[in-house]
């Protein structure tokens, strides 16, 4: 999966435009957008990823990495997740707390 940073930097470029076009499309400052392409800001704003995605003309999903549809994804990853919506909320909700133990047992 592609990160916020990296998809915001490339999405730029493509564009054309500059981190000042950028941040004054989205209401931001030209320092925030620059945190954001760099990875240095974690939590944007749901309103601010809105914005982005706005301008940039994508689905927020692509554009924060959760779209199971992208063609960049795994297909076995995008198996597991479609066969997640046949499950009770409750089996999904056990899945995810095993994840979570999983990544949190590979942490150093």
Do not use: C
């Amino acid at each position: 999966m592609v990160e916020l940073a990296v998809k915001l930097k490339q999405l730029r470029m493509r564009s054309g435009k500059s981190l000042q076009e950028v941040a004054d499309a989205v209401g931001a400052s030209k320092a925030h957008v620059w945190d954001l392409e760099r990875g240095a800001s974690k939590n944007p704003s749901l309103t601010l990823i809105r914005s982005l995605a706005d301008f940039y003309r994508v689905g927020v999903a692509d554009l924060v990495g959760e779209n199971p549809g992208a063609p960049e994804e795994d297909a076995e990853l995008v198996a597991m997740y479609r066969n997640l919506s046949e499950l009770s909320p409750g089996d999904r909700e056990t899945i995810a707390l095993l994840m979570e133990r999983l990544k949190a047992s590979r942490k150093p």
